[in-house]
């Protein structure tokens, strides 16, 4: 589900870079990264965020892809591989966080063996009113289309009030969260 970011989608995993490898393998069912961390093995365990460029951007920086630094930027090299620049100039550990693909193996994907998801379990409204939506959609019935679709982006509203919101903040530091609601004016 790409309409709201979930919690349960989200992962970090960690791995060592090498000196004199610009290559990190990527875990499968990524799709989007949130961020890319590298820090020292050793302390003080400095952090250092990396920005993500293109490739073309990389080379241009670097000069050429043997040019090793701590490493400064990112990309995509394709589906398995980020590509750092500089090209890391001693050993270092990277953290990796990014939103994955539903998978059976996490539970989150529907199989034989797994007959719910996080969304039946935890959003079945949203799921309803998605599948409803599709249905009308197909049927080319317009008025029961727009009906679902309002139900569906009210029940997306909640869902994501409750994830990026509720769960990412806390009212001490943040305030409550607000949501402006639609209801009718009355006149005096």
Do not use: H
């Not at 875990?27 to 993500?52: D, F, H, K, M, N």
Request: aromatic share 12%; with cysteine.
């Amino acid at each position: 589900m790409t309409d709201v970011d979930l919690d349960v989608f989200r992962q970090n995993d960690f791995t060592s870079l090498t000196a004199g490898n610009p290559f990190v393998s990527t875990p499968a069912g990524i799709l989007i990264i949130r961020y890319v961390v590298t820090y020292p093995e050793v302390s003080p365990q400095t952090r250092t965020y990396l920005q993500q460029k293109d490739i073309s951007f990389m080379d241009e920086y670097s000069g050429t892809r043997i040019t090793q630094n701590a490493p400064k930027y990112y990309a995509n090299w394709d589906e398995t591989k980020l590509y750092l620049s500089p090209t890391p100039d001693s050993a270092l550990n990277l953290e990796l966080a990014y939103v994955r693909r539903p998978t059976s193996s996490a539970g989150t994907a529907l199989t034989s063996t797994n007959t719910t998801t996080y969304l039946s379990n935890n959003a079945p409204n949203a799921l309803t009113y998605a599948c409803l939506v599709e249905a009308f959609a197909f049927l080319q019935n317009d008025k029961m289309y727009q009906l679902y679709e309002q139900k569906y982006q009210q029940s997306l509203t909640g869902l994501g009030i409750e994830q990026q919101g509720r769960r990412r903040r806390d009212e001490y530091m943040n305030g409550v969260v607000r949501e402006l609601l639609n209801a009718p004016r009355t006149r005096v």
